[in-house]
């Protein structure tokens, strides 16, 4: 079955670590995108890239990174200079950037800073 | 800018009661509208959606329409059932990014 495999579900960080949350996707979609959800504030959008090799900041970016070297991956490095990295993280993908597209959500990683 | 503003919850309601949770909208040009649906742990799943003006959006029992005159996409549901609990996202596409709503949690009771 086609769809957005995230891991791990939950993970765990000491303070000062870096972590890489996983996101693939065989639906053969072009754009992926990272959100951070924390409760009462829904969802809120750290990267996105619409093409392999090229990715953008969204409203949150500062504390992490990612990358696309591939069509189907697009992993989230979550790093020491987050200050507040608790979050469920969600990994999304559409076919393009038409404004009829609908996006395809993973199951999401819940990240615990200890 | 571009936003979504959907009603607070929490929300709880008997089972088969009728549900109704407000979302407006603001946006330029013609975008497209989505309700999706998260159960407790999961990722969010597309429950419905309308693409232009006047289109109503439906699934499972759950029906909104997207009235530009109004920039409004409510979700109504006739008859809730204890399975409907969850948290409800609206949401926008422009073209050249999606937006979303804070999400409003529904708990049915039996």
């Known amino acids: 079955d086609g769809g957005i495999t995230q891991s791990p579900k939950y993970l765990f960080r000491k303070e000062g670590q870096n972590v890489t949350l996983s996101c693939e996707q065989n639906?053969?979609?072009?754009?992926m995108y990272w959100y951070r959800q924390d409760p009462g504030q829904g969802l809120r959008l750290i990267y996105y890239s619409q093409i392999v090799n090229d990715f953008q900041k969204g409203d949150i970016a500062e504390g992490y990174s990612v990358s696309r070297e591939k069509k189907e991956s697009f992993p989230l490095t979550v790093t020491s200079a987050q200050k507040n990295p608790t979050a469920f993280y969600l990994c999304?993908?559409?076919?393009?950037?038409?404004?009829?597209?609908?996006?395809?959500f993973g199951q999401g990683t819940r990240l615990t800073v200890v | 800018g571009d936003s979504v503003t959907q009603m607070e919850g929490p929300v709880t309601l008997s089972e088969e009661a009728f549900l109704t949770i407000n979302c407006t909208y603001t946006a330029t040009g013609y975008p497209s509208l989505f309700w999706y649906v998260q159960y407790p742990g999961e990722g969010l799943q597309l429950l419905l959606k309308?693409?232009?003006?006047?289109d109503k959006g439906s699934n499972k029992g759950f029906e909104a329409t997207y009235r530009k005159e109004t920039t409004s996409f409510h979700l109504e549901k006739g008859s809730v059932q204890v399975s409907d609990s969850a948290v409800y996202f609206c949401a926008l596409n422009t073209g050249n990014q999606f937006y979303f709503g804070t999400g409003t949690s529904l708990t049915v009771i039996p």
């Open positions: 999304a993908s559409t076919s393009g950037t038409g404004v009829r597209t609908e996006a395809f």
């Open positions: 639906l053969n979609h072009d754009a």
């Open positions: 309308a693409t232009k003006a006047d």
